[in-house]
């Protein structure tokens, strides 16, 4: 069950701060209703984690009425029991929810280098390389957040069992078999140069995005990794993922997949503090930057996506070779940089990455 989802819900019901606290079992007093007061935060318990502790909505005592606190009681009764689990340890969505939670639990306090507990790990059968993919789904509402039926249209994608965990709301974790682009690379041979890996999962992530921007939710974010034991390294995974994804929204607006090998130059961007940021664009496009239309912006854009091809970036353009040497002629005339020229090129790269975040705040 998606629990933040409901934890959102709540919180715009009771016009309060709601949050997701962990407690002890051995915290809950024995004469507890269905919710109790401990240092003045009202729990109310929703589930168990297999290392005995207990997963719990919380709210400040002095911001809840009892009216409220009492529907706040029905409404998560009535949400526990739209999930019937006839046995906990061998339901699939159950063990995906306590895996997603001790994801969300870890990262939220910051540890990424740490192996999954072996309960968690044996239930989910984390133990095998699998390709890790992370789903942000926009569009999506909160009928449209089915565990069962984005599974089910992933298997019919991958043509394989996978893992599916819910993390946050909209946000879904995709375990892969590895075999994917094994296949994907033994394939490749038969017509052509042999795919890289990173191409190979490329492609992977491309073809699942064209599918659950169809068949599921029309406006979504992908970002995948390399193939990893989750068993050892999911947490550091997951976190590389958001990066990618966060790194690909901020400077590739307008992309839906998003790798960390396209972002290697954007990552190491995003640590420039904003001062440095501004300074470097001011020195390199001397003022220019304030200027710049979108005519100029794409013509650049494309030139250095088509490696600095002047025939390819006119083709591309639907323009004559001698336009866009006119551009570039231009634009060389008002900012002393030819972008035909390998140091001048990298520079101007540069400055349009940090154009793109910076004017858009």
């Not at 009928?143 to 249209?153: C, I, P, Q, T, V």
Request: with cysteine.
């Amino acid at each position: 069950m998606d629990w933040e989802r409901i934890r959102k819900k709540l919180e715009l019901i009771l016009t309060a701060p709601v949050t997701l606290t962990f407690i002890h079992e051995a915290q809950i007093p024995e004469e507890r209703g269905s919710s109790f007061v401990q240092d003045h935060q009202v729990l109310f318990p929703l589930y168990t984690l297999e290392d005995g502790r207990v997963a719990a909505f919380e709210v400040d005592e002095g911001l809840i009425s009892q009216s409220e606190r009492s529907l706040m009681e029905l409404s998560i009764l009535a949400y526990r029991e739209q999930v019937t689990i006839a046995d906990p340890h061998n339901d699939e969505e159950f063990a995906a929810q306590q895996l997603g939670q001790w994801i969300v639990e870890s990262l939220h306090k910051n540890i990424v280098h740490t192996d999954l507990p072996d309960a968690l790990a044996a239930m989910n059968k984390l133990y095998v390389s699998k390709i890790p993919l992370l789903l942000y789904a926009d569009d999506s509402e909160p009928g449209h957040n089915s565990y069962a039926e984005l599974k089910r249209l992933l298997e019919a994608f991958f043509d394989e069992d996978i893992i599916l965990v819910p993390l946050l709301e909209k946000e879904w974790l995709i375990l892969a078999s590895e075999s994917l682009v094994q296949n994907a690379a033994e394939d490749s041979k038969d017509d052509g140069p042999e795919e890289t890996q990173e191409e190979s999962l490329t492609s992977l992530c491309s073809g699942l995005y064209e599918m659950i921007a169809s068949e599921w939710v029309p406006e979504c974010h992908l970002s995948v990794h390399f193939p990893m034991v989750p068993a050892k390294s999911l947490l550091a995974a997951v976190t590389e993922l958001r990066e990618t994804v966060a790194l690909g929204r901020k400077f590739n607006v307008g992309s839906n997949i998003h790798v960390s090998w396209v972002l290697r130059l954007e990552r190491l961007l995003s640590g420039i503090t904003e001062g440095n940021k501004q300074q470097f664009m001011e020195q390199v496009l001397k003022g220019f930057d304030y200027v710049i239309d979108s005519e100029t912006l794409a013509t650049l854009e494309t030139f250095f996506m088509l490696d600095c091809n002047v025939s390819e970036t006119a083709k591309k353009l639907y323009i004559h070779r001698n336009t866009l040497l006119y551009r570039l002629d231009k634009f060389k005339q008002e900012t002393g940089l030819d972008v035909r020229n390998f140091s001048h090129a990298v520079l101007v790269k540069i400055s349009l990455l940090l154009y793109k975040v910076t004017k858009r705040k």
